[in-house]
């Protein structure tokens, strides 16, 4: 074989290797939206604490539309409860629906913690 030829069936691997990567990732994201998962960055309105559980609302930075979220993970209430997140704050949230509710599977400041 010669050396082009090699070099040429290398970069025809890699040409198929990021598409299949690019088709699988693709696939990912279409089932996460078809099971009612999404990711959205806004604005904390309003924090409502109670209990083991907070209703969060928040207004999104793509629609402008108010979304509420349900979070219930541990850290994310400490972080309410000591004020290291409050209204006014930008967040980056990754949701699950769950029972006509978005429950929070993460919930984090764009800025940083």
């Not at 299949?20 to 309003?46: H, P, R, T």
């Not at 978005?102 to 913690?113: D, M, Q, V």
Request: hydrophobic share 45%; aromatic share 4%; proline share 1%.
């Amino acid at each position: 074989m010669h050396k082009e030829d090699i070099m040429r069936r290398s970069l025809a691997l890699v040409v198929v290797a990021a598409l299949v990567s690019l088709v699988a990732l693709a696939g990912a994201a279409l089932c996460s939206e078809a099971k009612g998962a999404g990711v959205f960055v806004g604005v904390v309105s309003e924090i409502e604490v109670t209990g083991g559980s907070a209703k969060v609302i928040l207004k999104d930075n793509d629609t402008n539309e108010d979304v509420t979220v349900l979070v219930k993970d541990d850290l994310t209430l400490e972080k309410f409860k000591d004020h290291r997140i409050v209204p006014g704050d930008e967040v980056r949230v990754k949701f699950e629906l769950q029972g006509g509710q978005k429950l929070s599977t993460y919930f984090r400041k764009t800025a940083g913690c």
